[in-house]
């Protein structure tokens, strides 16, 4: 369905499209969503496919693709990681995200990328196999830190440790991350066995240690059962015209991990429609390697979508997947803290919400202003105009709104001049067509009045284009630079501080500080990569052999600094002109 401006505003599938599209028709139409979707309804596309299976995943791309307004939305763009064994002569753990390319085992997936870093973690400690990047490992001679602190048996090293003590240490590591700790444990205490009766106290030692580390981490685990399949829980609450669904992953018995979702949806959108379309959309996004578990526990009835999901997800995983609903035993128990954790963090998103549009509120009568829906805020980071990096960060009445963030790459100005990085960040910004929705309210400039002046001339014309004016507002530190005195500054010359305890302040404040940390954060990742980067590299004519050919001759990049433009030619292939540009970039550069 399309608005009068060509949008898609809805994607919907039925058996019978008559009949669904006649029930948007009618006099008396359900539910204020119907309603306000109808009223703006000007034109409908229909699609016929063969089955309903090809209806539902025709329905879940185009929602992809068109991110409708009236459908419920699963804003999830995360790809999910994977604890990674590589299948080299000595395996490597490591953490995956992404499609399965490389050869090797993979375990997963986790629910954030701070779990795989805490197994990994604990890893080192139970089967110290190796971690480190190939190209650290290819090129070891001598045993790093790792290996004199216990977290790594050093294969990169020959002789330090025999080929079949690697491999049982791999295929401890497998074994557990399969979910297999008896079987483990099992092994350990017949190796120390054999240890001890063989007088190696001290191998038998080590064994002891990895099954005292094994036996705390299963104390720590809630385990319910060993066969208990691959299986999701999936708990759903609502409120106040807002969802939160929590699922919770368990692979072999244990919990992996949980994460909770906040889809789009129109406010008084059914709960069933709701999880039906988290389902679909969770699981049929293939793009980022999730897995369809065997079974997944739900927390409402799908309704009359529940058989063609099941049948959907079945066909895509190869393998037959139930969705279950009311479980018993250890699945209730499941499902109930499912349910709980689902509720909780709508609770907190909700009192969360509450707080941003107080601060709002108490921001906009301080300035004065009918509303709020939109706020930017500018700053500028550089290190003795090393490498200018400006940020843009934006607020809307829920407060950070990430998605539109940016960071601009500062160019062709003097090193150091923040005045000419703000003028250059704000044009690029605003200089190009603005959608009306996205014209701020308020834009903040992080600096005083020098730098408020500069970004006004800067807006001025633009803004003489724009259906509404935004206010510009200077943020000058204090004196002490201390949070709590700051001091505002209007274009009029007028200025203003507010209570260090009021909410429109902590708002200001949570603005500003957003803009500072994305400006320094790209400027760092810009200065660190012209630090890894070679002065040769930037050299016209000078590829990866050639680079290698002259480090090589000239024994570093000390020496070939050092050198005249004669020496350099000297080395093969390596031309006069050549020569010239390599030491005007060594000693320019």
Known sequence: MYDAVGEVIYVGKAKDLKKRLSSYFRTNVA????????????????????????????????IKLYLPKYNVLLRDDKSYPYIFLSNHHHPRLSIHRGTKKRKGEYFGPYPDAGAVRESLHLMQKLFPIRQCEDSVYANRSRPCLMYQIGRCLAPCVKNLITEKDYEDQVSFARLFLQGKDRQVIASLVEKMEQASQSLNFEQAATFRDQIQALRRIQEQQFVSHDSEDDLDVVGIAHQNGMACIHA?????????????????????AELTEVLSSFITQFYLNQAEGRVIPSVIILGENLGDDAAVITETLSDISGRKIELK???????????????????????????????????????????NLETITRMECFDISHTMGEKTVASCVVFNQEGPFKQDYRRYNI????????????????ERRYGKQMEPEKIPDIIFIDGGRGQLSRAYNVVKPFMDEWPKQPLLIGIAKGVTRKAGLETLIFITGEEFSLPSDSPALHLIQHIRDESHNHAISGHRAQRAKVRKRSALEDVEGIGPKRRQALLKFMGGLHELKRASREEIAK???????????????????
């Open 325 to 367: 609903v009311n479980p018993r035993g250890n699945r209730a128990r499941y499902l109930k803290l499912a349910q709980t954790n689902a509720m909780t963090a709508l609770t907190s998103k909700l009192s969360h919400k509450m707080t941003i549009h107080e601060r709002f509120s108490e921001l906009r009568k301080a300035l």
């Open 411 to 426: 160019t062709g100005i003097t090193g150091g001049d923040d005045y000419a990085a703000m003028g250059q960040v704000l």
């Open 248 to 268: 919770l992953y368990i692979r072999q018995g244990k919990i992996l991990g949980s994460r909770s979702y906040f889809p789009k949806m129109p406010s008084d």
């Open 571 to 589: 080395v093969p292939g390596i031309s006069k002109a050549l020569a010239e540009k390599i030491y005007d970039a060594l000693q320019h550069g």
């Open 31 to 62: 539910g204020e969503k119907t309603r306000a979707l109808v009223k703006n309804i000007c034109k409908v596309d229909v699609t016929v496919t063969h089955t309903e299976t090809e209806a539902l995943i025709l329905e879940h791309n185009y």
